[in-house]
């Protein structure tokens, strides 16, 4: 079984920064592509970030120069830096993998348990 497991959300003002990790645990022979997503109340879950394997990262326009991903192999964790966040980027932050946990498995897509963020303004 795998587990992803967040931490580092909180409050922070507009203009702040925060940085949010994720580390996965459990029976894990590969991790394929790593992400976050967001979710705002009353709104759908959007990608925010994805960092692949070996390490070629995409960005939702609206957090590029302001948001990094970035990944540790060898401790399987994901980083999520977050600079000059704005109000409207309140929301739960969930981290995604997509893992082979054996060398005869396929892939399977895996979610934590989400982290909140809130942006005061």
């Known amino acids: 079984q795998v587990q992803l497991v967040e931490s580092g959300g909180g409050l922070v003002q507009a203009g702040g920064s925060l940085r949010l990790s994720c580390a996965a645990t459990?029976?894990?022979?590969?991790?394929?592509?790593m992400a976050w997503y967001r979710q705002a109340p009353g709104k759908q879950r959007e990608l925010v970030a994805l960092?692949?394997?070996?390490?070629?990262?995409t960005y939702v326009d609206s957090v590029k120069g302001r948001f990094t991903i970035s990944r540790d192999n060898a401790k399987n964790t994901v980083y999520l830096q977050m600079n000059s966040l704005k109000p409207e980027e309140t929301a739960v932050y969930y981290c995604?993998?997509?893992?082979?946990?054996?060398?005869?498995?396929?892939?399977?897509?895996?979610w934590g348990q989400g982290t909140q963020v809130t942006v005061s303004s």
């Open positions: 995604n993998a997509r893992v082979q946990p054996t060398r005869s498995a396929s892939l399977y897509g895996y």
């Open positions: 459990g029976s894990i022979f590969s991790i394929y592509d």
């Open positions: 960092v692949t394997r070996l390490g070629i990262t």
